[in-house]
């Protein structure tokens, strides 16, 4: 399986991200706020990753002055643990990187494992918990950070 990963070049596959959200969370964005976070090119970003020209993974992130903030890391169900949700990680903090961002920040289901296991792998740590902030079912976040440096770590 190859997977590719790009960044979303027209408004009209925001569709695919969405698609992508309703098969992984309980509480996905709206068009609405998709198409909202659209309109500010100079931050919201988005990344698509496919199989055989399908796509089965997306990640939204901000640009915020040096830091980058990923709001939506999923892959569809059926295509997890074969290394895709890495993969999208590792773009997001390659790019971040190559623009000199400082730090990258997430927050996390403090049930959903399997996440906070990729984030941990990547060096994540675990900075504070934003009590109640997840709903359907109401849940804890987990606030992670990676503090990126001129080294490249």
């Known amino acids: 399986?190859?997977?590719?990963?790009?960044?979303?070049?027209?408004?009209?596959?925001?569709?695919?991200?969405i698609a992508v959200d309703r098969e992984c969370f309980t509480n996905p964005w709206t068009e609405e706020m998709y198409r909202a976070e659209l309109a500010h090119p100079e931050r919201s970003r988005f990344l698509l990753a496919s199989v055989d020209g399908h796509v089965v993974g997306a990640c939204s992130y901000w640009r915020i002055v040096d830091e980058r903030h990923i709001n939506n890391l999923a892959v569809r169900p059926s295509f997890r643990r074969a290394g895709i949700g890495a993969a999208l990680?590792?773009?997001?903090?390659?790019?971040?990187?190559?623009?000199?961002?400082?730090?990258?920040?997430l927050e996390v289901r403090r049930s959903n494992d399997?996440?906070?296991?990729?984030?941990?792998?990547?060096?994540?740590?675990?900075?504070?918990?934003?009590?109640?902030?997840?709903?359907?079912?109401?849940?804890d976040a987990l606030v992670l950070t990676l503090t990126l440096t001129s080294s490249g770590t």
């Open 114 to 139: 399997a996440a906070r296991r990729l984030y941990e792998r990547a060096g994540f740590a675990v900075i504070d918990v934003r009590r109640a902030y997840y709903t359907n079912p109401v849940e």
């Open 1 to 17: 399986m190859t997977v590719s990963i790009r960044a979303l070049v027209t408004a009209d596959e925001i569709q695919e991200v």
């Open 89 to 105: 990680l590792d773009r997001v903090l390659s790019t971040a990187r190559d623009e000199r961002a400082s730090a990258v920040l």
